[in-house]
């Protein structure tokens, strides 16, 4: 007879359900709402710059984009090529958001690279600036600030 005894529960159950159909609904949108309430609001939403590739046509980050990128993965990721000359001396990289570094330094001109004033600086307002390679080779660090590697000894020999 327990098949008569899970009918009659399911029956109960379907009963109780319209019964209180009215207080269920209500009471589900209290909460609701009173989640809504005290979840923290959503930030506004910033617009696009349309310099990362998926917001341009040609499918390529710009030139200015491409070098925020770099700069921050050469002081941020261990395991980016060039670390140990940047983040590794502990240079770091402050601006906060692309929007940030672009209005700081505005647009790339031709033929020029991202550069920092001083070498042992940061990457931070007031100490980065687009320069020409040449003008980049003046500005280095000095030999006895750059690490050594040590000489294989067959070399010396040879």
Known sequence: MPYKDIE????????WKERNRDKVLAEKKRYREKKRANSPTKPEKVPLHGHNKRHRPDGKDSPEY????????????????????YGGRGIEFKFTSFLEFYEH????????????????????????KWSTQSNQLFNRRKKSEMPQTPTPLGTILR
Do not use: F
């Open 105 to 128: 330094i505005g647009p790339r001109p031709e033929g020029t690279s991202l550069d920092r004033k001083d070498n042992n600086g940061h990457y931070e307002p007031g100490n980065v």
């Open 8 to 15: 009659k529960q399911r029956a109960w159950k379907r009963a």
């Open 66 to 85: 491409s070098s925020y990128i770099h700069a921050k993965m050469r002081c941020n990721n261990p395991k980016t090529d060039g670390y140990k000359n």
